[in-house]
């Protein structure tokens, strides 16, 4: 049975820092990049960051995220995590990871996860 659960979610003051951790089960990160998506209300789902856990680790991030959040993965715990610094209200969203079977590229996503919510007050 897959399983790909969010933690790490929360409420936090503007400026502040949030870590972010997906755990799966079910499947290898050895066979899937991992992507971080958000979507706040009324908006369109955002892929915020993903990593080529299945390749050399390589790292991409949305422009509105750059700098301040920092993808990472652990192949042997089957793990991805998020750190999000300097959180802004904008960025206030329900986080999930998803299993990208295209080495980042968004072709297809195979595992999502439920999500976690994330609020930043001012």
Known sequence: EVQFVESGGGLVQ????????CAASGFSFDDYSIAWF?????KERERVACIISN????TYYA???KGRF???GDNAKNTAYL????????DTAVYSCAAD???CS???????GQGTQVTVSS
């Open 55 to 58: 390749g050399d680790g390589s």
């Open 14 to 21: 503007a400026g502040g820092s949030l870590r972010l951790s």
């Open 106 to 112: 968004g072709h297809r996503y195979d595992y999502w």
């Open 63 to 65: 422009y509105s995220v």
């Open 83 to 90: 750190q999000m610094n300097f959180l802004k209200p904008e």
């Open 70 to 72: 920092t993808i990472s």
């Open 101 to 103: 079977v295209s080495w």
């Open 38 to 42: 958000r979507q706040a209300p009324g």
